[in-house]
């Protein structure tokens, strides 16, 4: 039984504290949960931990703007269906705790100091969340800036902010420049193939779609770690390239 299961199957207790706590324990009518009891896994801990803080983050920035619209919370669904491939089941616990974070007494950056608490030191699983917060950003087609003012923030916590700015070209209607390529194999302009191709190797396990999961990406959010492995092999494809036409 996967951590979800467990924990809204109602025959596990399970203790989250701090705000993302409060969000868990609000939909399953606690004001607490029990995190010590038997039965959750650290690493089931820490995919609930990331499922949480994606659409408590979510539900938070949608009010960046001062208030949501049924246009946005439709075109969320659309990309939590569409995009991240969520079935019905998580898809419904996804936006129960969207509405739950929406609604509730704690700060966007709140959510994000509990994350980053969590995963800190691991900075695959720290991009992951910004490239899924912006995918859900860009949800109507641009990003807004009060939006992009609570991003920026996240991004800044996670020591993050040149990794942020590769990802929005991903998301931004424009094809990605070369550099933004070469940025996210941590490659220059300039190197030879060689060791090119020793950093997308040394990317591409660490992204690798399963061993992001045991680092405690949620198995239903696969479909984003599998979208970032496509864009690091994308990236060498076109750096590849480059080199090539460069002789």
Same mark, same amino acid.
């Given at each position: 039984?996967?951590?979800?299961?467990?924990?809204?199957?109602? =025959?596990?207790?399970? !203790? *989250?504290?701090?705000? &993302?706590?409060?969000? $868990?324990?609000?939909?399953?009518?606690?004001?607490?949960?029990?995190?010590?009891?038997?039965?959750?896994?650290?690493?089931?801990?820490?995919?609930?931990?990331?499922?949480?803080?994606?659409?408590?983050?979510?539900?938070?920035?949608?009010?960046?703007?001062?208030?949501?619209?049924?246009?946005?919370?439709?075109?969320?669904?659309?990309?939590?269906?569409?995009?991240?491939?969520?079935?019905?089941?998580?898809?419904?616990?996804?936006?129960?705790?969207?509405?739950?974070?929406?609604?509730?007494?704690?700060?966007?950056?709140?959510?994000?100091?509990?994350?980053?608490?969590?995963?800190? =030191?691991?900075?695959? !699983? *720290?991009?992951?969340? &910004?490239?899924?917060? $912006?995918?859900?950003?860009?949800?109507?087609?641009?990003?807004?800036?009060?939006?992009?003012?609570?991003?920026?923030?996240?991004?800044?916590?996670?020591?993050?902010?040149?990794?942020?700015?590769?990802?929005?070209?991903?998301?931004?209607?424009?094809?990605?420049?070369?550099?933004?390529?070469?940025?996210?194999?941590?490659?220059?302009?300039?190197?030879?193939?060689?060791?090119?191709?020793?950093?997308?190797?040394?990317?591409?396990?660490?992204?690798?779609?399963?061993?992001?999961?045991?680092?405690?990406?949620?198995?239903?959010?696969?479909?984003?770690?599998?979208?970032?492995?496509?864009?690091?092999?994308?990236?060498?494809?076109?750096?590849?390239?480059?080199?090539?036409?460069?002789?």
């Amino acid at each position: 039984m996967s951590w979800m299961g467990k924990i809204f199957g109602g =025959g596990v207790g399970f !203790m *989250l504290g701090g705000p &993302l706590g409060m969000v $868990l324990g609000g939909m399953l009518g606690h004001h607490t949960i029990d995190k010590g009891a038997a039965g959750v896994s650290r690493l089931e801990s820490r995919q609930a931990v990331f499922f949480t803080a994606t659409f408590a983050l979510l539900g938070k920035l949608s009010k960046a703007d001062g208030r949501v619209t049924e246009a946005e919370i439709a075109l969320v669904e659309q990309v939590m269906r569409d995009n991240l491939r969520l079935d019905d089941r998580s898809r419904q616990i996804a936006i129960r705790i969207f509405n739950e974070a929406k609604d509730s007494d704690a700060e966007f950056m709140d959510y994000a100091q509990q994350f980053y608490q969590e995963f800190s =030191g691991q900075q695959e !699983m *720290l991009t992951m969340l &910004l490239e899924l917060l $912006l995918l859900l950003a860009y949800a109507d087609g641009e990003l807004h800036p009060a939006e992009e003012a609570l991003l920026l923030s996240v991004a800044r916590l996670f020591q993050s902010e040149s990794i942020y700015n590769n990802l929005k070209s991903k998301y931004s209607d424009q094809k990605i420049p070369l550099d933004v390529h070469y940025q996210t194999l941590g490659c220059e302009k300039g190197e030879s193939i060689q060791s090119v191709k020793k950093k997308y190797r040394k990317l591409a396990m660490e992204y690798h779609p399963d061993r992001i999961q045991g680092q405690g990406l949620p198995p239903e959010l696969v479909a984003a770690a599998e979208s970032k492995f496509k864009d690091i092999q994308n990236a060498y494809d076109a750096v590849e390239a480059h080199i090539g036409a460069r002789g």
